[in-house]
């Protein structure tokens, strides 16, 4: 059966392996070919007066406008917050959202990269699915998974919800009432296990630091049975559990969560024998304010961005139960959203958290390169989002094409 | 997912297990995403092939093309040990059966469309290649969310997602080739022929 012995030649040698793979986004998302060529930034009116937009950066080392913004997308409403976003499985759709309104953009960036356009807007998905603060958008085949910070009325409980590429609702998926809060999602297919994290709703990150009440952050994190997105465990984490990056390697059972209001990075890992399955664990102290995670796609290195203390950290995890402190750089004030990028040589990052607890008032995008000795900021990459036309931008999640 | 509401137990080191209702039925946990796209084309033997006859079965849909060389290829080997399970498990055909709907029409006649078949060892009973007029399999494409664009190299691009549809004709997953497990389809397979 030549065919068949061809067929299973092919299954082995097409189905990509992860050495290379984008990080820190659903696995379930095309690989991107190459080279990046274009940095896309969601962008917070810095005054809210102006609309909201995305601007795209020519991050092409041989375009002529390389590391300038080649385009602006106006979103077509201000005061929206726009903050995080993600790729649909086909890498052809961003799916953007506003913490403040609820409002999510599907931008077609396949059409043309270089100048992404507003596909359709979503105004209803508090109606469809009784929550607010869409935070996380997941690729699933054909689907796109949200973890919502907080209920309709923007307070409790959080929860998650699913939606076709195209924004129709698909259903609402509950969390434990021992664990209200929500963040983060990541699912690991290998394992059937998806893990959420803890932050605080609407009624709380909305206001001024300030007067923000720092009881009202969780530190749960639930695993759940992916297939059947069924609640299995409820764990305790330190203050504020942001980002879930599961190891890369389909055959381990654990990952890093950063816990913003505890200083440090944590370990979950599984254990089949165990019961509870999981155990969370503090595994390193870092800065101040951990706002960002991201990882290598070997493995090997975890970076945190320490809001606080303007300087971002490079962990050797080598062994994940004893952390290394491997390098830091100051990029620029208050470092947030980094972008690693899948050859793990180059990492964007931007500046802004939310217009609530920004402590600066100038933005940027910086990047930085990753070698055998730690990380080196590039000087001459210096994206300047303080003198638009439409004034200064609080550049936040970034994506790239 | 009201049913989720969980009750929990307390067992120590601050973790807490959770313990779901019961669903209301077998294969609940597929969620509904939605009426399965009309289809109405060609099998590999020329004969009219509408998706909707095949009410009361389970159907398996794919999109591929016969001279792809990068998932197809994969996708139509996995599927292929998915029917021997099948085949195996007694429910090959009378409750299952697979459709593969080509994304280059005009090269994919239904004389092409059966050696492919063939190669793969397809059973032609239950496995149907369809095949059409370009237009109307693009309308085919498109309703199902999927998409093909022609790269410099003259192959295609495309998406590679399964779908799996229930006898009611509802689809009620979509798999990802690279991390499609078959005995977790012989399982959503086995939930749904249940229910």
């Known amino acids: ?401 | 997912m009201k049913l989720l509401v969980s009750l929990a137990v307390l067992i120590g080191s601050g973790s807490i297990l959770c313990r779901g209702a019961e669903p209301s039925s077998r294969s609940s946990y597929l969620a509904d995403i939605g009426p399965a796209p009309e289809v109405k084309l060609i099998d590999a033997e020329g004969k009219p092939f509408d998706l909707a006859a095949r009410r009361g079965k389970v159907v398996l849909v794919s999109f591929i093309f016969t001279t792809c060389g990068g998932t197809c290829p994969a996708t139509t080997f996995r599927l292929g040990q998915v029917q021997r399970e099948l085949q195996k498990k007694g429910l090959w055909g009378r409750q299952v059966e697979f459709v593969s709907i080509s994304l280059d029409p005009t090269r994919d006649t239904p004389k092409i469309l059966t050696g492919y078949a063939r190669n793969y060892q397809a059973d032609p009973a239950h496995w149907y290649f369809l095949t059409g007029p370009a237009e109307q399999v693009a309308r085919v494409i498109a309703a199902w969310g999927m998409w093909v664009k022609p790269l410099e190299s003259g192959s295609l691009d495309h998406p590679s997602r399964i779908f799996l549809v229930d006898p009611s004709g509802h689809q009620r997953e979509i798999y990802s080739l690279e991390f499609l497990k078959i005995d977790q389809v012989l399982e959503d397979i086995r939930a749904l022929l249940e229910d």
């Open chain 1, 1 to 401: 059966m030549p065919g068949i012995r061809a067929a299973w030649l092919l299954t082995v040698l097409v189905l990509p392996g992860l050495a290379h793979a984008e990080t820190c986004m659903s696995p379930f998302v095309k690989r991107l070919e190459g080279q990046e060529k274009f940095l896309y930034v969601f962008c917070v009116d810095a005054d809210a007066k102006d609309n909201d937009s995305v601007a795209v950066i020519d991050v092409h080392p041989d375009s002529p406008s390389y590391g300038t913004i080649i385009h602006r997308l106006d979103l077509g409403s201000k005061g929206n917050e726009t903050h995080h976003w993600g790729y649909t499985d086909d890498r052809t759709r961003i799916w953007a959202g506003g913490l403040f309104s609820s409002r999510i953009w599907i931008i077609d960036v396949a059409t043309d990269p270089a100048r992404p356009k507003v596909e359709k807007i979503l105004d209803n998905i508090t109606e469809a699915s009784g929550l607010s603060g869409p935070h996380t958008y997941y690729a699933l085949p054909g689907r796109m998974l949200i973890s919502f910070l907080g209920a309709a009325e923007g307070g409790l409980p959080a929860g998650l919800a699913e939606f076709t590429n195209d924004g129709r609702f698909i259903r609402r998926i509950d969390q434990p009432k021992e664990a209200p809060y929500g963040y983060d999602v990541a699912v690991k297919p290998a394992l059937n296990r998806m893990v959420s994290s803890s932050f605080t709703p609407l009624r709380n990150y909305k206001k001024p630091l300030a007067q923000m009440d720092l009881k009202d952050f969780g530190s749960e994190m639930i695993v759940w049975d992916f297939k059947e997105r069924k609640p299995l465990q409820v764990g305790k984490a330190g203050g504020a559990p942001l980002e879930v990056r599961w190891s890369l390697k389909p055959e381990n059972d654990y990952g890093f969560t950063n816990c913003a209001l505890d200083n440090s990075i944590w370990l979950f890992r599984g254990s089949k024998d165990a019961s509870p399955p999981y155990t969370f664990k503090k595994v390193a102290d870092t800065g101040a304010l951990p706002a960002d995670l991201r990882q290598t796609s070997d493995d090997r290195y975890l970076f945190v961005s320490c809001f606080n203390d303007n300087v971002i950290q490079q962990w050797d995890v080598s062994d994940p139960d004893h952390p290394k402190l491997f390098s830091t750089v100051s990029p620029c004030v208050q470092p947030n959203m980094m972008h690693v990028t899948g050859d793990n040589k180059r990492m964007y990052v931007t500046n802004s958290l939310l217009s609530t607890l920004d402590h600066a008032g100038r933005f940027y995008v910086r990047l930085i390169h990753i070698g055998p000795d730690g990380m080196k900021v590039d000087p001459f990459f210096n994206i300047d989002l303080n003198a638009l036309p439409t004034g200064p931008a609080r550049g936040h999640d970034m994506l790239i094409n």
